[in-house]
Nanobody, 112 residues
Framework: QVQLVESGGGLVEPGGSLRLSCLASGFTFSDYGLRWYRQAPGKERTLVATISTGGTITTYADSVKGRFTISRDNAKNTLYLQMNSLKPEDTAVYYC?????WGKGTVVSVSA
């Protein structure tokens, strides 16, 4: 059974940093491209970043380019999202995704 478990969210001041993690199980982690999505209060879920199987190809939403970095450790079955220079508009529930599998999300709140 595929499981994706996000962690690392929290409350941070504007300009701060957080590192999200997604621990995966139930499939061969290194065989799949992965994604981070987020859903802000009252808004639709949107794509934040993607990463290829080997981690060499990444893409980002325009709103996070230059501030967020997606990475993966295939030996640890873990996906990461390093978030720097956080803004209030980054406040959302962040989800790890593989195809049609989703984690339960981790909450990120950016506020003074």
């Amino acid at each position: 059974q595929v499981q994706l478990v996000e962690s690392g969210g929290g409350l941070v001041e504007p300009g701060g940093s957080l590192r999200l993690s997604c621990l995966a199980s139930g499939f061969t982690f290194s065989d799949y491209g992965l994604r981070w999505y987020r859903q802000a209060p009252g808004k639709e879920r949107t794509l934040v970043a993607t990463i290829s199987t080997g981690g060499t190809i990444t893409t980002y939403a325009d709103s996070v380019k230059g501030r967020f970095t997606i990475s993966r450790d295939n030996a640890k079955n873990t996906l990461y999202l390093q978030m720097n220079s956080l803004k209030p508009e980054d406040t959302a529930v962040y989800y790890c995704n593989r195809m049609d599998n989703w984690g339960k999300g981790t909450v990120v709140s950016v506020s003074a």
